[in-house]
């Protein structure tokens, strides 16, 4: 039986000291969760995850494979980069029957308080400090 992506929803999870922003992508054999700690915790601007896809698109289509693509973005565009701290990137790619959805993790740190980001999936379960 092939895996169906029935909704995609930005969501919050985790536990009650260390909850995570991020999506639910919920199909007929799984939730996955991609998430990011939504905390700060000093002076840093904590990070999120986001498509710019069209996720509506990809409802009905059948899941082919979870992967990771890259744990580093050298240049962000939509951070000011000559004010900007450390940052870090990483990125999903839902491979589908309708083409590749891509989410990515962003964070901006000024180097001590890295944020947590995670991919857990039946597939796939990844932890990362970014």
Known sequence: MKEIIKQI???????KHTPMDGYEIITNKQII???IDNQQ?????????????DVSIFIGSSLL???LTDTQL???PEFDIENSYEGAA???DLKTSKGVLQFVAYTEHNGYYGHSACVISSQLTHEIDL
């Open 9 to 15: 929803k930005i969501t919050t999870f985790g536990e």
């Open 41 to 53: 915790y000093c002076c840093e601007n904590w990070g999120y995850f986001i498509s710019e896809d």
């Open 65 to 67: 494979s979870i992967e």
């Open 33 to 35: 969760r991609l998430g």
């Open 90 to 92: 990483m990125f999903v």
């Open 74 to 76: 050298k240049k962000v």
